[in-house]
């Protein structure tokens, strides 16, 4: 409080020096002219310190929006474009329906019961991968299901060639009896 005293003290003591100059009447008169027409409140406008602020404001919001987006899109990405995207499920629905029809075919083509036994031997092996996915940790899955892939394409494959090979010796054995 003491200090304020003394301001108050110095301020009445040299009020003569502050009040020597009077400012010119127009001055006074711009000024209220330009509060009435309301151009005093659009100078921070003017100023670009509003609209910076505005600007910064938007970009942040554009940025952080298309970020989002960007981040939890259930699309694949732009490396995975042209990749194999087909759920495991669905390969595996077509894998054992070309399956069950090549077997279908080894059967009428009286194929060896010793083929038979081995492909149930790969069916077993391929459950146990099956068994391996259940209680495997989350995200470590696709070292599995790719394994399980390469298997039922493996299957295929030497169905196709054991197929190729008993239509080969059906014509042979067809030819010779001609």
């Not at 399956?99 to 019961?113: H, P, V």
């Not at 599995?144 to 494959?157: D, V």
């Not at 030497?158 to 008993?166: E, F, T």
């Amino acid at each position: 409080m003491k200090k304020i005293d003394e301001l108050e003290r110095f301020v009445q003591e040299e009020r003569g020096l502050f009040d020597t100059n009077i400012p010119n009447k127009k001055i006074w008169e711009n000024i209220s002219r330009q509060l009435k027409s309301g151009s005093a409140s659009m100078v921070w406008f003017h100023s670009g310190l509003i609209r910076g602020i505005a600007a910064g404001f938007l970009l942040l919001f554009l940025g952080g929006s298309i970020g989002y987006f960007i981040g939890h899109t259930k699309e694949p990405s732009l490396w995975n474009v042209g990749k194999e995207t087909m759920p495991f499920s669905d390969f595996e629905f077509v894998s054992k329906k070309s399956i069950r029809e090549k077997i279908f075919q080894l059967k009428s083509l009286k194929a060896e019961e010793s083929i038979f036994s081995d492909l149930e031997q790969m069916d077993k092996s391929m459950e146990e991968l099956k068994k391996e996915l259940e209680g495997i940790p989350k995200g470590q899955e696709k070292i599995i299901l790719e394994q399980l892939k390469r298997g039922y394409k493996t299957k295929i494959e030497m169905l196709d060639r054991i197929i190729l090979r008993l239509e080969s010796k059906t014509t042979n054995q067809d030819e010779k009896a001609i």
